[in-house]
């Protein structure tokens, strides 16, 4: 399943549906990440690099809609940074 981990709160309602890892969203500061650590009993992972495009957290629906390439389905094309 592919979901947008913003704050503890939206950990704790994938938890409640059985998640047992969760990768949040990297645009969070380390603030809002300790908040999901101490609020939740949920393993966390993140992304400490790659493409910083012009959507919030990877979900390039323009890749979708402009070339028929989904990021869902693994066939993420990068619109934005097409020469």
């Not at 969760?22 to 993140?46: A, D, G, H, M, P």
């Not at 012009?54 to 979708?64: I, K, N, Q, W, Y």
């Not at 028929?68 to 693994?74: D, E, H």
């Amino acid at each position: 399943m592919q979901a947008n981990i913003a704050n503890y709160k939206t950990a704790k309602f994938y938890r409640t549906l059985g998640a047992k890892l969760v990768v949040y969203s990297r645009e969070l500061s380390i603030k809002e990440i300790t908040k999901i650590i101490q609020e939740t009993e949920v393993e966390i992972k993140n992304f400490a690099h790659g493409a910083m495009c012009m959507t919030v957290s990877g979900r390039c629906h323009l890749s979708a809609y402009a070339l028929g390439k989904s990021g869902n389905w693994g066939e993420y094309i990068q619109p934005c940074k097409c020469e």
